[in-house]
């Protein structure tokens, strides 16, 4: 006698579990990407906080803080702020505070993307991190501190 049992999967059921499969994948990668968005943010305020820190210092041995331009070979300061310039998601830059010099105030700048970092990172929400000597912090967005 033979046996006509069927074995597999019909059309119809691979569609739907690929279907199944595509819809949790669009779902996970949403929360992935915003994770992701919440890091690099972190990344770019750690950072200026880190310059900042060393900005203080420089200011306690040369009574004046320094102002950098990210790429800058000529600066002790770090200006991306990642583990390398390529990767790192923020240049970092330092001038003086608007309207005063570099003997009273310095405002340290992260600026999303660039040609001297990751070109490919961007940040609508928040654009540009920033923090000065004088307590201040903001963003170009809200509630981005």
């Known amino acids: 006698m033979i046996s006509l049992t069927k074995r597999g999967f019909t059309l119809i059921e691979l569609t739907v579990a690929i279907a199944i499969i595509g819809i949790l ?11 992701m968005l919440k890091a690099r943010r972190a990344e770019g305020r750690a950072a200026v906080l880190q310059v900042l820190l060393q900005q203080e210092r420089q200011f306690s041995y040369r009574h004046s803080y320094h102002a950098f331009a990210p790429g800058a070979a000529q600066t002790e300061f770090k200006w991306y702020s990642g583990d390398r310039p390529e990767t790192s998601a ?23 993307g660039g ?11 928040c654009g540009a991190l920033y923090a000065d000597s004088r307590g201040r912090r903001g963003a170009d967005g809200n509630d981005c501190w």
């Open 25 to 35: 994948a669009t779902l996970g990668w949403s929360g992935y990407s915003q994770h």
């Open 90 to 112: 923020y240049s970092i830059a330092a001038q003086a505070c608007d309207g005063e010099d570099l003997r009273s105030c310095v405002r340290v700048t992260a600026t999303p």
């Open 115 to 125: 040609a001297l970092v990751n070109a490919a990172y961007r940040d609508e929400q």
